[in-house]
């Protein structure tokens, strides 16, 4: 709860600093101002009335999805209309001192050109990351294992991580992912952690079960968990769990390691956030390695554990590639200081990964970290892509 009044108070400080870079710029004129603050006004109503009356069902779904778009867009928008008019004043400040330009920057018109500018760059740049989350790029590889599987010679999976089922992406969007999972004709489909957001409730209410039960696929259907379904907002002990196997009738592998057609095995590890995770080896227990393995995993934490425990396939979520620019350069970086090696695995950030996203063959293990189907928050891909994974994985021996 504590993440978020502090986003509240950064959204009312930031909100506050773009709206007076604002009014320094306008023409003293009341029918422009008083529009101006009213917009401001507006949003910080919305913003406050879907934070203090999500899950008190005061408000109707509609109502909340409403409030929680808004405020999630206007947060994205404060971010990068602040970095833009930041930059503007250290210009001023550098041209104050140095003289670069031969114009006054303090002055109104400058001011209003560039807040217009950047108010124009802002939105086309969200404009353009809302239509790319809302339309999901499918990532095709082809993969051999050199394996013998007895009745399956190739194997088409289809990973989908991070929906984030719940207010913001609500049944419409659940529905055109369904669509776009069942287009790829899959074998098998895996369903890789963080399905549901933030609460069951949500899910009830728009009876999102029936687009999950939509998925279809040869040899089944199974999810992992991921941090999200461990969130805990006082609802029952693994309730959100239990809703993905008992009402969206997913086969959900919690530690769990099934022999599929006596052809290969999948592997259904729990998310890092539970206390009872077991080690791979205890899963792999008993499991015949000549056959096929591929495992599970939300978190791209420790990878060596999917290589050292002798993974074909290992799928992960969780990073979203850092959803939006500037977090997946970021994101970027960090996994380059990362993959030097010279950050211990016990001292390094939870936020730093070897992958961040995409392919790695990481010894006989072929890992692949998806940026994610869904998000958590602001529906922008900015620099990012939302996506399906389609293996197409042929065993080969």
């Known amino acids: 709860m504590r993440v978020f009044f502090n986003a509240i108070i950064v959204q009312i400080f930031l909100s506050a600093y773009i709206y007076w870079r604002g009014w320094q710029g306008l023409p003293d004129k009341k029918y422009i101002k008083i529009p101006y603050a009213s917009i401001y006004i507006a949003e910080l109503a919305i913003y406050f009335m879907g934070f203090f009356t999500s899950g008190t069902g005061l408000l109707p779904f509609d109502a909340l999805h409403s409030f929680a778009w808004v405020g999630t867009t206007w947060m994205l928008f404060t971010i990068y209309m602040t970095i833009l008019l930041l930059l503007y004043d250290l210009v001023k400040y550098i041209n104050r001192k140095k003289k670069i330009f031969a114009i006054d920057l303090k002055a109104k018109k400058p001011r209003l050109i560039y807040f217009c500018a950047s108010l124009l760059l802002v939105c086309s740049v969200m404009g353009y990351g809302n239509y790319r989350f809302h339309n999901p790029v499918v990532t095709e590889m082809n993969l051999t294992v050199d394996k013998h599987s007895p009745n399956i010679k190739e194997l088409r999976i289809v990973v989908a991580t991070d929906i984030?089922?719940?207010?913001?992406?609500?049944?419409?969007?659940?529905?055109?992912?369904?669509?776009?999972?069942?287009?790829?004709?899959?074998?098998?489909?895996?369903?890789?952690?963080?399905?549901?957001?933030?609460?069951?409730?949500?899910?009830?209410?728009?009876?999102?079960?029936?687009?999950?039960?939509?998925?279809?696929?040869?040899?089944?259907?199974?999810?992992?968990?991921?941090?999200?379904?461990?969130?805990?907002?006082?609802?029952?002990?693994?309730?959100?769990?239990?809703?993905?196997?008992?009402?969206?009738?997913?086969?959900?592998?919690?530690?769990?390691?099934?022999?599929?057609?006596?052809?290969?095995?999948?592997?259904?590890?729990?998310?890092?956030?539970?206390?009872?995770?077991?080690?791979?080896?205890?899963?792999?227990?008993?499991?015949?390695?000549?056959?096929?393995?591929?495992?599970?995993?939300?978190?791209?934490?420790?990878?060596?554990?999917?290589?050292?425990?002798?993974?074909?396939?290992?799928?992960?979520?969780?990073?979203?590639?850092?959803?939006?620019?500037?977090?997946?350069?970021?994101?970027?970086?960090?996994?380059?200081?990362?993959?030097?090696?010279?950050?211990?695995?016990?001292?390094?950030?939870?936020?730093?990964?070897?992958?961040?996203?995409?392919?790695?063959?990481?010894?006989?293990?072929?890992?692949?970290?998806?940026?994610?189907?869904?998000?958590?928050g602001p529906q922008f891909r900015i620099g990012t892509i939302s996506e399906i994974v389609v293996l197409n994985v042929k065993f080969d021996k």
């Open 164 to 376: 984030h089922a719940g207010y913001l992406i609500d049944k419409n969007i659940v529905s055109m992912y369904v669509d776009k999972i069942m287009e790829q004709k899959p074998d098998i489909i895996l369903l890789v952690g963080d399905i549901i957001d933030y609460d069951v409730k949500s899910l009830y209410e728009q009876r999102m079960e029936t687009e999950f039960l939509r998925l279809k696929a040869p040899y089944g259907v199974y999810a992992s968990t991921g941090n999200h379904e461990y969130i805990d907002l006082g609802e029952e002990k693994d309730e959100k769990i239990l809703w993905l196997s008992k009402y969206a009738g997913l086969t959900v592998l919690r530690d769990t390691t099934i022999l599929i057609a006596d052809s290969f095995y999948l592997v259904g590890r729990e998310d890092d956030k539970c206390t009872t995770r077991k080690e791979l080896p205890e899963l792999m227990q008993g499991v015949n390695k000549d056959l096929p393995i591929i495992v599970m995993n939300h978190e791209p934490h420790r990878l060596y554990e999917e290589s050292d425990a002798g993974a074909d396939i290992a799928v992960f979520g969780h990073t979203h590639n850092g959803q939006f620019f500037p977090v997946n350069t970021i994101m970027s970086i960090s996994s380059a200081i990362y993959n030097t090696g010279t950050i211990p695995e016990h001292l390094k950030y939870r936020s730093m990964y070897e992958i961040p996203y995409g392919y790695k063959k990481k010894d006989n293990t072929h890992i692949y970290v998806s940026s994610g189907l869904g998000l958590a």
